[in-house]
Structure formats: C-alpha cells, structure tokens
C-alpha cells in the first residue's frame, strides 16, 4: 500500500504555509534555502546567546575549514557533545559538506566512544571541551582519528557542497526491533523526509518557537525538534537542564514543544498543583511521542489550556517520523496518518515500511531479518489501519501472549482499553499461572492518584476493581483478565523509564 | 524561617504530588527513606520533585542529578540550607 499523498494533511495548515512545505535532497539544499531566506531570523538561542540564520552560517563555514578533507574523500564524523550551540553547528559543518555525522550520546564512557572509532570507522571526532577526558583513549590509541574540539573556528569560511539525496548524512543509535544497540544510517533524502513530516498536521508551522528538552542524540529531537525547527525559519531555544525547563519556557515562550509523554504529563500536573499554565500563555502544541500517549492527556490538556497534544509514531529507523495524528480530539487513542512517500504492509499484524524516510541499513551488522524479501523493513510493531487510514499500534511482537487456546493477545491493545479509565495511571496484561498450572491472563494497574483524591473515593481498591470488571467484561470473552490486581506502588521501569513487562511462563 | 519539621512536611505533600502512585509508602516516610530504592523515584519523579520546592519554597537547586539525594532526610537538608 502506498501511503497517502501530503494533500491529505492540508486542511489541517494555514493555505500559504503548507505551499512553502517541499521536499528537499539535502540538509545542505534545505539549509542554504533556510540562510537565504531567513538571514536575519535567530536560529539558535543557547546559554544566553544568540545566533541568527546568517551567523550560524558563518560559524559552520568556519568549522567546515577544520574538518574537510584534503582530497576528495567523504569522511565519517563524531559528534561528540550534549545539547548546545556547538552540536547544531557539528551537525551541520558535517553533513553540509556531503559528510557523514555519527552521533555520540553526551553519555558515553571513552571506552564505548573508543569502540566507536573502530565500529564506525571514525575519520574524526567533534568533540565538546566538558568530554574531553573522555576521548584520552581515542587520541592515545587511534592517532589517526582527528579529534577536533568543538569551540574551534577556522580562519576562512568553505562553501557548502551539495551531496545527492541518497549520500549517507546521519548514523544513530537505536535500540533496533531486537533491542540490540545499533547504528542506524540515514541518507540526506531520508532526513529531509522526516524533517518535512514534521511540518504536516498543524496550522502555523513557519516562524515558530521550539524549545529543545530532548537529547539531540535520539531522532526525536535531532529531526522533529532541530531539522524542522531549522527548515521552517524557526528560532530553537536550547534548554541545557530539564529543572530550568519552566523558567527557560517562562523567558523563551516557545510555541512549540516536542515532549515524550512523561514529561507532557509532569508539566500538567505541576499546573494543577500550582494553579497556573507551567507552559505558558503561548504554547499552541506539544508533539508527543517516543512512547504510547495516553488519551487523557490529550483531552485535558486541551481542556485546561487549549494546547493541541499531538500524538505520533515514528523510529530511528525511519527518520523519527510515520505517522502523526491531526485529528488528535475525535481519534486520540491514533498515532495518525501515514506521512507521504512510503509504502506499507502489513504482515500478521506486523507492520512493513519502505520509503525515502527509511534508513539504508544498520552499520556493520548482519541484515537477517532486519528486511522481508521485498526490502520492506520490519518494524516488530502490531499496528491495525481503520476505515480513515489512521494507524493504531496494537502492540509489539515478541510480547504477544499465545493463550493455550491458540488465540493471540496483545497486552498493549488491551492495557489501552484499561487504560481509557482515568483513575488508571498504568497498566501490564500478563499471562500468568495458578496454583492448578492453569495459564491465566492477569492484570495488574498503577492508581492515578491526584485524580482519585480529586473525587474523593474513599475504597480505591473496590471502586477500581467494579470499573475494571466492568471494561473487561465489555471485552470479548477470550481477551478478558482473570485477575485483577490494584498496586500500590509503581512497576519496575527500563533504564529508558518503559514498565519491564513480567515473564512468568 | 521555618522548622525542619515544618519543611519535612511540606517536602511530603511536594512528594505525594510528584509519585502518587507510593501514595501509602510516602504517607508513612520518615527522613532515612530511601527515594530510589524506598519510593522506586525515577528521573522524571526527581525532576518533579526538584520543579515542585523550587516553585514551593522560592529556592533554586545547584545542577542536581537522582546521585545527589539518597533519602528524604538529604532533600530537607539541602532545602534547609537554601533557606538560610
């Protein structure tokens, strides 16, 4: 299946806007394009400084002097830093050269980062001054990998070059469908691909004010929050500690937020409690995503302060974006419509993808399986399509429970049923069994505190316990729980804050 | 100025509001429960809980990470050293 064509979002955009949304080739197409237009807008707002279009330009052509090579040769990259100005120009010196930037998390230990000289082939490393312990191994060990720190200017400026979409562009880390840290490649068109995705599903996408909270290492923030920020004409506001995040929104008064779940609903409670919009009075969206986003939030937060939470789906593999949800109210429990240029399948559920926003491959690894035999990737997701063409992910394959029956149930698909009860802060499905060696389908769920204590019910666990039953036995018959468990504490979590799902059989 | 004790409770309905889900485990802390590995705070918890006594007391934290607080007892006394 071909996904749809971008008209399908242009109801959602403000008429002349959404004319300005192309594609491009290249960063460096889209950011030539950016410096033209916008010279004299602020790019970048990063520790009380600020850069316009037309003087990162400046600054990046300075460090592409350091970092290009004497031949002809495309070089592979580091770019070793946390978030700050000095990543955006790395990022862009490299890539605007037809290079190949290889993202090194900020957290990173030498050893892994000397690892990833040999792994990826480093010609060299952009490294930020506060790391530079930690590249000790590299420069003892690799002396032929150029470490270069990331406050050095050139004395002259070099143009851009103008690499073909397919050119690579960026490697990242990525946890893979198998869990396995990998390296996954993009090219410039697959870049381009996801930074434009960005732009669909909303009215004012030029001339906004992001905010940055997330990691430039991960694809969320590299692309949704930077590449679509820089493309747009947008000014990006660096907040270089989350603690400080109310007080840089309270002085940047951005109107864009790209947010995963857990903090959009921080920021909502904070609110409550306070009694006032944390966010503040400019914010038109959050885009949320990187993990399920709970209805709910959807609803209040457009309830309390009329911010459009904007739910979609995406992987480092794809360039951040798949999918993105512009009819957020009446279909929130959607990750939305499939964004232009890619074809799908779906197998037993699973969803296939092909496209120019995927990635060429994972760097050095084996392919077994990464691919089906048409070269459409597999993404592990369960994903279900409804008469509108917007997707639903159901769940992940390797946690699908085969009940003795034979029948197939999808944990994720039915905490999200449990979950549409606003008194349930968590849940996990799980097959577990009894004493009798009798396999069962138990749930057990996190209460939503404040929101219990906001109505005043005194019996939690018997007022849950009726509102539960009465969800499952909504349910069909073989998906319904046996058990029902109310925790009184949170679930065990993944180092990335994901509940670690139980194996009892 | 206020008292220890007056800043412990204080720093509790702060923590029921930033994990309610250990609404019972937090109720009945005193100053040696451990916020990890007692109340299983995680990152976005602490940064919470960090937001929330910066907007309650009027204070601002120094770069603070989970590392920095081991109890309960640790948060009121760098609260109580900020009031100072």
Redesign the interface.
């Given at each position: 299946m071909q996904s749809p064509t971008k008209e399908i979002f242009k109801k959602y955009t403000d008429p002349e806007q959404f004319g300005r949304i192309v594609d491009r080739d290249s960063v460096s197409e889209m950011w030539q394009y950016s410096v033209d237009r916008y010279p004299d807008t602020v790019a970048i707002e990063d520790d009380g400084k600020t850069y316009t279009y037309a003087e990162t330009e400046a600054d990046v052509s300075r460090l592409r002097t350091i970092i290009k090579s004497d031949g002809d040769k495309v070089l592979r990259v580091g770019i070793y830093c946390p978030n700050s100005y000095d990543f955006v120009r790395a990022f862009l010196a490299v890539t605007t050269l037809g290079y190949t930037a290889v993202i090194l998390p900020a957290q990173l230990d030498s050893m892994t980062v000397f690892g990833c000289t040999m792994k990826y082939g480093l010609d060299a490393i952009i490294y930020h001054p506060s790391l530079r312990e930690n590249t000790a191994i590299v420069a003892e060990k690799r002396p032929d990998v150029t470490l270069i720190p990331s406050d050095t200017q050139g004395d002259t400026l070099t143009e851009m070059v103008f690499p073909s979409g397919d050119t690579p562009c960026v490697i990242m880390f990525t946890g893979g469908t198998t869990g396995k840290s990998k390296g996954a490649q993009l090219s410039n068109a697959a870049v381009m691909q996801g930074t434009v995705n960005g732009c669909y599903g909303y009215r004012d996408v030029f001339h906004q004010r992001y905010l940055l909270i997330l990691p430039l290492s991960h694809v969320f923030g590299l692309i949704r929050n930077l590449t679509t920020s820089l493309y747009t004409g947008s000014t990006l506001f660096i907040c270089r500690?989350?603690?400080d995040?109310?007080r840089d929104i309270a002085a940047f008064r951005p109107t864009i937020l790209v947010a995963v779940p857990?903090?959009a609903e921080?920021a909502l409670?904070?609110s409550r409690?306070?009694k006032k919009n944390m966010l503040g009075d400019s914010l038109k969206a959050i885009i949320c995503g990187a993990a399920a986003v709970p209805p709910y939030l959807i609803r209040e937060y457009h309830k309390e302060f009329g911010i459009m939470l904007l739910p979609g789906y995406g992987l480092t593999e794809s360039a951040n974006l798949v999918s993105g949800n512009p009819e957020y109210l009446n279909k929130s429990e959607s990750v939305g419509l499939m964004y232009p240029n890619q074809e799908y399948k779906i197998v037993d559920g699973e969803l296939l993808l092909k496209g120019r926003n995927m990635m060429s491959g994972y760097v050095g690894e084996e392919e077994d399986g990464v691919y089906d035999e048409e070269g459409f990737f597999r993404t592990g997701d369960l994903v279900r399509v409804d008469e509108d063409g917007f997707l639903y992910i159901t769940g992940r394959i390797k946690e699908i429970i085969v009940l003795p029956s034979g029948e197939n149930i999808s944990p994720a698909e039915l905490e999200v049923k449990f979950l549409e009860l606003n008194l349930i802060?968590?849940a996990q499905v799980y097959e577990d069994v009894t004493g009798n060696g009798t396999h069962i389908l138990a749930l057990e769920v996190?209460?939503?505190?404040?929101e219990i204590?906001r109505l005043g019910i005194e019996n939690i666990g018997q007022h849950l316990t009726a509102a539960l039953e009465k969800i499952n036995n909504a349910l069909p018959t073989f998906q319904r729980v046996s058990r029902i468990i109310i925790?009184?504490?949170?679930f065990?979590?993944t180092p990335s804050?994901k509940i670690k799902r139980y194996k009892k059989c | 100025m206020l008292s220890r004790a007056e800043i412990f409770e204080k720093l509790k309905e702060i923590l029921?509001?930033a994990?309610?889900?250990?609404?019972?485990?937090i109720k009945n802390c005193d100053e040696n429960t451990k916020l990890v590995t007692d109340l299983?705070f995680?990152?976005?918890s602490v940064?919470?809980m960090?937001?929330?006594i910066?907007?309650s007391f009027g204070i601002v934290?120094d770069?603070?990470s989970m590392n920095d607080f081991d109890t309960i007892g640790d948060v009121v006394t760098y609260i109580e050293a900020r009031l100072k």
């Open positions: 500690n989350n603690k995040m109310f857990a903090l921080m409670n904070l409690k306070f802060q968590d996190v209460p939503r505190m404040p204590a925790r009184d504490s949170d065990e979590r804050m | 029921l509001f994990d309610a889900k250990n609404s019972d485990l299983g995680n990152s976005v940064l919470y960090v937001i929330a910066e907007e934290f770069n603070v």
